[in-house]
């Protein structure tokens, strides 16, 4: 997934290889696929068989028997967020981009994080500290630290990624990392529990993060972070969608109060929004905020290790 | 001190300041944000007294100094805050129960205060400190007793900020040179919020070995973050229409070092569509010819304007003026500089191979006229992400992409963020908001067999 060297970079002469992760890209929905010579997709547009993709490059649309089609994707992040298998509740791209941006990781960071959960955010983290970083992440479920590894691995990020079966709330992270993370995450039941062990593991002025979903989980956690930490800062990040439609205007009835889009058959300006290959009638483009969104998610408490 | 900037690896994430770099200071927990370059000769004005910075050279980011009263003149000495200060919200939290004082005898007339303004004076020329004054203004106080907890908190801290100043040394990173801007100078930044910022450098995947085409009309903060996410590998290409580059001069607080310098290169629009057989005077024909509006030029650099480069076209070859240097202490350290006009060999990659990704930022453009463009640059099922202050111009993009059927998963959103006070029974969202952090369309081009690469 990641763009280590050459040989992993997408580009424009670099096509589906047996072996590569791609995203299956439905109209709706999309999964992550092992390309595999001998293998089949099959969904409601028909069979596809792998053998048809290698070769194509990636952002390929390919055809089943039926002539349905699907896209194949590269992998990202991004992608890989909303197509892996949920063992815990994850986060998001906005949540995601958020910290990554407000921890100040960088190429190099050595971040610490619990729990891992189904691995979401520990993917962007790998993105963010790649090459010479690390990622230590732990989580007390033994079977989903096996998962999370399974799925480093299909995404190719393993070497970048540690991931630790360890209760981070009862025991703390491990005394090896005292004094060298640039950063800390904690998604866990009671974050406070963890801070102190936090602390000892951050360096000067560096960053933590706590995700907590509940604010009775907030307080606590500021409460125990006034101790030795400064620049407490609490949000919520939310994304809003729209949805954008076209609407043709007829403009045979010009009197209907109606047409305040461009006059017909104006198409000098180069802004205009007249769709392309239309003439006879214009058209305007309309955005409104979809109508299903996402209340909450977690609140996001960040805060820096004070200077002694 | 240049020796002791670590320049270990490709990585730049040095804690402690040197001679010559850069940082942002924040006065007062946020009141005010000042960006400075540290030399000896550096200063600073709170109020009406001007401070020098040389004692914040070699100290950790994240030190907190205090302005002091020396033997001549005032100066900014190293604090640490006592952890007791720390805890005071928490004491308060556990006299909660039992807070019965509230406002109702309270009466504002300007009479409370038995301290008049040249008494502090006297104080000051006694050479008591900021913090003994503050103390002295709440002994004569007539109303003070009578506050609530949370009240005498404010109180002290309001006179705390007025009498002894904090000054926090913080680390110029894309988030915190994005906070300040948008707080200080949004409009030179296109009111791109921080969060909005974050959103576009993930959803167009940036990461180390990527090649980013970047349109950045927002004084070079979209550049200076997706160079720090490179980390000294890959490369940004800064592309613009017209012949000349748009202001970058944000890019200079970042602190970036030569091996992240160098790969932020720039390339213009044209040079970059150019057909591989054309001779580069064609091509430098095509840059005088084609002057698309840079009226945006004008715009953003109506503030203090750092940076101006200007090139000539010879064949190829291009002469570049030296940068005006910001700070008005003069050159201590060279800093290195970024933004260099690219090699051949970097443009024939980019032809060759794609970029990895496009990020655009130009809040006063319209963004199908330049995403048409420069799509068809991107590699296949390369993500792109597109920043507008508006949400018209990327509704029209959005149709026009669907259309054309150039670009898939294609999503126009909004970020909204809150920040939360969150103090014992005092908890809740801030009375301050953003209202707006722009808007963003993201998606992924694809490959049709219409597609020319």
């Known amino acids: ?308 | 001190m240049s020796e002791n900037k670590p320049e270990s690896g490709p990585t730049v994430n040095p804690r402690v300041t040197w001679e010559g770099c850069s940082v942002l200071l924040d006065i007062n927990d946020g009141d005010r944000l000042v960006f400075a370059r540290l030399s000896a000769g550096s200063t600073l004005k709170i109020g009406n007294k001007t401070f020098s910075l040389q004692p914040l050279i070699g100290c950790p980011f994240g030190s907190l100094f205090q302005v002091e009263s020396g033997k001549e003149k005032p100066y900014l000495s190293r604090f640490i805050p006592p952890t007791e200060e720390n805890n005071v919200q928490d004491e308060g939290g556990c006299q909660l129960q039992e807070e019965s004082r509230d406002n109702r005898a309270i009466i504002d007339n300007n009479q409370a205060q038995s301290l008049t303004g040249d008494d502090i004076d006297a104080m000051r020329r006694e050479g008591a400190t900021g913090n003994e004054i503050v103390e002295a203004l709440i002994a004569n106080s007539a109303t003070f007793d009578k506050k609530t907890q949370f009240s005498q908190e404010k109180y002290r801290l309001k006179k705390q900020k007025k009498y002894a100043p904090r000054v926090l040394l913080r680390r110029p990173f894309s988030r915190s040179i994005c906070e300040a801007y948008f707080k200080k100078y949004p409009a030179r930044i296109g009111f791109l919020r921080v969060d909005a910022l974050s959103l576009l450098l993930s959803m167009a995947n940036v990461t180390a070995n990527s090649d980013v085409l970047v349109l950045d009309m927002v004084g070079g903060l979209v550049i200076g973050a997706v160079a720090e996410r490179l980390g000294g590998t890959g490369s940004v290409c800064n592309t613009y229409l017209g012949g000349k580059p748009y202001p970058m001069e944000i890019i200079r607080m970042f602190n970036f070092n030569n091996e992240i310098c160098k790969r932020v290169l720039r390339c213009s629009v044209n040079d970059l569509c150019a057909v591989q057989n054309e001779t580069s005077e064609q091509v430098s024909q095509h840059e005088d010819v084609c002057t698309m509006d840079s009226q945006s030029d004008e715009k953003i650099s109506l503030s203090v304007s750092t940076e101006e480069v200007h090139l000539s076209y010879k064949n190829g070859v291009s002469d570049l003026v030296p940068e005006n240097e910001l700070s008005t202490t003069g050159k201590t350290c060279k800093t290195p500089k970024a933004g260099e006009k690219a090699p051949k060999e970097a443009i024939q990659s980019w032809k060759e191979n794609g970029f990895s990704s496009l990020i655009i930022a130009a809040p006063e453009q319209d963004a199908w006229s330049l995403v048409k463009d420069l799509l068809p640059l991107l590699t296949y099922s390369a993500p792109f992400a597109i920043y507008h202050q508006y949400l018209q111009p990327l509704a029209t993009c959005m149709n026009n992409l669907q259309l054309e059927k150039m670009a898939i998963g294609l999503q126009l959103s909004e970020p909204w963020l809150r920040e939360y006070q969150v103090l014992p029974s005092r908890t809740h969202p801030c009375m301050q908001m953003s209202g707006s952090g722009g808007y963003i369309l993201s998606g992924t081009r694809a490959y049709s067999n219409t597609s020319q690469s």
């Not at chain 1, 970079?9 to 299956?24: A, E, P």
């Not at chain 1, 709330?169 to 990392?177: H, K, L, N, V």
């Not at chain 1, 058959?265 to 109508?291: H, I, L, T, Y």
């Open chain 1, 1 to 308: 997934m990641l763009l280590m060297d050459s040989s992993t970079k997408i580009s424009f002469n670099r096509c589906i290889r047996d072996g590569d992760l791609v995203i299956v890209y439905e109209r709706h929905t999309m999964k992550a696929v092992k390309v595999c010579e001998n293998s089949v997709l099959q969904n409601r547009f028909g069979v596809f068989k792998h053998s048809d993709w290698i070769g194509k490059p990636f952002g390929s649309k390919v055809f089943s028997n039926k002539g349905g089609f699907v896209y194949l994707l590269a992998p990202t992040p991004e992608l890989w967020t909303l197509v892996l298998s949920h063992r815990t509740q994850i986060l998001y791209i906005a949540d995601i981009s958020f910290v990554i941006m407000y921890l100040e990781v960088v190429p190099g960071c050595l971040v610490l994080e619990s729990g891992t959960g189904s691995g979401s955010l520990t993917t962007s983290f790998a993105r963010a500290v790649s090459p010479m970083g690390h990622v230590y992440t732990f989580d007390f479920h033994e079977q989903r630290a096996a998962s999370a590894r399974e799925d480093f691995e299909r995404t190719g990020i393993s070497t970048l990624v540690t991931v630790g079966v360890r209760d981070i709330q009862g025991d703390g992270f491990p005394d090896q990392f005292s004094g060298l993370a640039d950063s800390v995450f904690l998604d866990l039941p009671q974050p406070w529990l963890a801070i102190p062990s936090a602390r000892n593991m951050l360096k000067q002025d560096g960053t933590l993060c706590s995700f907590s979903p509940c604010i009775e989980q907030v307080q606590r956690s500021c409460e125990t972070l006034r101790s030795d930490f400064t620049d407490i800062r609490t949000f919520e990040i939310l994304l809003r969608t729209y949805e954008v439609r076209e609407w043709k205007m007829d403009h045979s009835k010009v009197n209907d109060g109606n047409s305040t889009a461009c006059p017909p058959r104006k198409r000098r300006q180069p802004s205009s929004e007249a769709s392309v290959g239309d003439n006879a009638s214009s058209s305007a483009v309309m955005a409104r905020p979809s109508a299903e969104t996402r209340g909450h998610t977690g609140y996001l408490t960040f805060a820096r290790k004070c200077v002694s």
